[in-house]
């Protein structure tokens, strides 16, 4: 889209509510020429007071309230309307559609809040937060963006460590004296900052539960059973899932991805034969080849990246995993066994226990390794490319190449930090949601 500081002058129109149907919607306008437009909407002109809501009715259009918000008294700082409509996207459609023949733009990505800021209605920062915010999908996640202490403090504290560490060296280049700058604290902080950025991806990332085990355990009914639909092929063949499948759940307001996966064998992955789970009549050593060990080599990569392991006995290796919940499938068909936990795809006798076993597990496991800060998607990258750029200047011997390293990463740092209006709009604003 074109730079919209050329557009920052006129007035833009968006829904701020999702795209479905719901009961009522929110369309949005801002701009200085906001209530010229809508009063072409309307027969007659309503005489409009500040945040105080009017009742409309429109042959042709909807009944609907609107709320007016004089500048500079609005979320963007601009004369602003709020349109509030029967939900449906036909209805919003039908607005959004007059409003622009009467003279509105439809608004960009975010452009709402990019005038937020440059009306000085907020700080990037701020910004970034409100954005991060619409998208946190864990209560955790949202918690940290809504309390966890700003991740640009470390940087400007990194900043300062750079800014002396360039004035030792340069000074051993000058005066040819000295070993220059220490370089271990400094590599220290910002691995210490580059950690916390992964941390906080790994820690609000969709947790992730594996369905792993022997072929023919009753993964694949499990897992129909809780998505609660047919998605997955389901035969007494053993070896039926080759291709791992994922459906994202909810269970006890909590949202997980559950993966079903190809069932191990004892040729590919190192299951004793005789193993429990295997046909009787099968051959347990049969060698595994061809798109099913190529399964398996998916399972096991996944095994590895789970949080947690929903472990169908026998699932070799997964005895001494802290993330394994061990169970018993197709519980209906046999005497409970041991420490295992009951349960069936098919009669769904034990599902809510395991859900329930699932979700504290992965509660009890995000609980612990809280990150000490609040990264933006852009701090993020930023902290990223920072321990990437001090490698460069560590791997080089020469001092005066080191330091034009040491330079740039100086640089990269203290733009971020004071993000030129210019650039704002393409760092951060294009990520947004349209109307917000
Ligand atoms: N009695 C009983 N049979 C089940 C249950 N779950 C699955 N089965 C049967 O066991 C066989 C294998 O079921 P799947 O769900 O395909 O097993 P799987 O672990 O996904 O198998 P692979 O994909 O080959 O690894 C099918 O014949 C199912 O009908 C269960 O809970 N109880
Ligand atoms: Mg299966």
């Not at 809508?38 to 809501?53: I, K």
């Not at 047919?230 to 949202?255: F, K, M, Y």
């Not at 995993?321 to 066994?337: E, F, H, N, Y």
């Not at 740039?408 to 004071?418: I, Q």
Request: glycine share 10%; hydrophobic share 45%; proline share 8%.
């Amino acid at each position: 889209m074109p730079a919209p500081d050329i557009f920052l002058d006129d007035t833009i129109v968006a829904a701020a509510t999702g795209p479905g149907a719901g009961a009522i919607a929110l369309i949005r306008l801002s701009g200085p020429e906001a209530f010229p437009i809508l009063g072409r909407l309307l027969t007659t002109q309503p005489r409009w007071r500040h945040g105080r809501a009017r009742h409309l009715l429109v042959e042709g259009l909807d009944d609907f309230l609107v709320t007016p918000w004089f500048a500079p008294r609005s979320y963007t700082g601009e004369d602003t309307v709020e349109i509030s409509c029967h939900g449906n996207p036909l209805i919003v459609e039908r607005f959004l559609s007059r409003l622009k023949d009467a003279g509105a733009r439809p608004a960009g990505p975010g452009e709402f809040t990019y005038r937020a800021v440059r009306h000085g209605k907020m700080t990037v920062t701020e910004a970034e937060r409100i954005a991060h915010r619409l998208r946190a999908r864990l209560p955790w996640e949202l918690e940290l963006v809504e309390t966890g202490p700003d991740a640009g403090l470390a940087f400007s504290r990194l900043l300062t460590q750079v800014h002396l560490a360039q004035a030792d060296l340069e000074s051993a280049i000058e005066f040819q004296e000295g070993d220059g700058p220490d370089w271990e604290p400094l590599a220290m902080e910002i691995r210490r900052i580059a950690a916390q950025a992964r941390l906080q991806d790994h820690w609000a990332r969709l947790p992730r539960v594996l369905l792993l085990g022997a072929v023919n355990t009753g993964k694949s009914t499990l897992f129909n059973r809780i998505a609660g639909y047919e998605r997955a092929i389901v035969s007494d063949q053993p070896g039926t899932t080759r291709d791992w499948l994922e459906a994202e759940i909810r269970h006890d307001g909590l949202p997980f991805l559950l993966i079903d996966s190809a069932g191990l064998r004892p040729g590919a992955a190192g299951l004793r034969p005789g193993a429990a789970g295997l046909r009787p009549g099968a051959d347990p050593m049969a060698p595994v080849e061809g798109p099913e060990a190529e399964g398996i080599r998916h399972t096991l990569d996944l095994a590895r990246d789970a949080d947690v392991l929903v472990a169908f006995s026998p699932a070799p290796g997964t005895a001494a995993d802290p993330r394994a919940i061990a169970v018993q499938g197709k519980a209906d068909d046999g005497s409970p066994r041991g420490e295992l936990l009951p349960v069936s795809g098919r009669t769904g006798a034990g599902v809510q226990t395991l859900l329930d076993r699932i979700v504290d597990e992965i509660r009890a496991q995000r609980s612990t390794d809280r990150p000490q800060w609040w990264f933006s998607a852009r701090l993020a990258e930023l902290a990223l490319a920072l321990e990437a750029g001090f490698g460069r200047v560590q791997g080089e011997v020469l001092p005066e190449v080191r330091a034009l390293h040491l330079k740039a990463l100086a640089l990269r740092l203290e733009e971020a930090l004071e993000v030129p209006p210019a650039d704002l709009y393409e760092m951060i604003f294009s990520r947004f949601c349209i109307g917000k």
